[in-house]
């Protein structure tokens, strides 16, 4: 099945202890993009990348950094969580050609406590 | 301002009704135009996807574009509670995935049985 994968869906942490979300695809998509989704504030993006070795920061990159070292793999990389990063965090993929549609993960709800 | 306003809701209509989901946006730019679909704890996935001015239907849908207006709606009839999710608006300037989508807030629509 075509699928985007994220894990874990739900973390409870505390401020400072770093995390990794990670965030795969099997449909051979080049193009991956983190959002966050807030009450109000719709999807916003944080990072995303173009290729495999190619990345660039969205709208709300700060406080977080991102990897892509294979093309099915874009883990999220929290060093240092603050509180105001308590968000629900989607991950998404889509190919370079195919137009705008993004392929969404399930979702992973983040607590900083 | 934003540049893609939605509002929020809640929403909620009897089943059968029609129902009309609304977005404005700032940005002449803007050509292609998305309508996703999301389920309480899922991502957002693609429902509608059109391109400039004009009406495209699909089963109970219809989105429509009214780029002189920078407003775009979404159609539901016969409305059912398995179509009771939040909606997102999404539109961009260019087709492929370097273009940058902005996504509107989402509207929490119920549909009561």
């Known amino acids: 099945e075509a699928q985007v994968t994220q894990n874990p869906r739900y973390l409870i942490t505390v401020t400072g202890k770093k995390l990794t979300v990670t965030c795969s695809q099997n449909m051979n998509h080049e193009y991956m993009s983190w959002y966050r989704q807030d009450p109000g504030l719709g999807l916003r993006q944080i990072y995303y990348s173009m290729n495999v070795e190619v990345t660039d920061k969205g709208d709300v990159p700060e406080g977080y950094k991102v990897s892509r070292k294979e093309k099915r793999n874009f883990p999220l990389i929290l060093e240092s969580p603050s509180p105001n990063q308590t968000s629900l965090y989607f991950c998404?993929?889509?190919?370079?050609?195919?137009?705008?549609?993004?392929?969404f993960g399930p979702g992973t709800r983040l607590t900083v406590l | 301002q934003k540049e893609v306003e939605q509002d929020p809701g809640p929403l909620s209509v009897p089943e059968g009704a029609i129902v009309s989901l609304n977005c404005t946006y700032s940005?002449?730019?803007?050509?292609?135009f998305m309508w996703y679909r999301q389920y309480s704890r899922k991502g957002p996935e693609l429902l509608m996807y059109?391109?400039?001015?004009g009406n495209k239907e699909d089963g109970r849908f219809t989105a429509q574009v009214d780029k002189s207006s920078k407003y775009i709606s979404l159609f539901i009839r016969d409305s059912q509670p398995s179509d009771s999710a939040t909606y997102l608006c999404a539109m961009t300037s260019g087709y492929s995935s370097a273009s940058k989508i902005i996504f509107g807030s989402g509207t929490r629509l119920s549909i009561r049985p």
């Open positions: 059109t391109y400039s001015s």
């Open positions: 940005n002449s730019a803007f050509q292609y």
């Open positions: 998404a993929s889509s190919p370079w050609s195919g137009g705008n549609e993004q392929f």
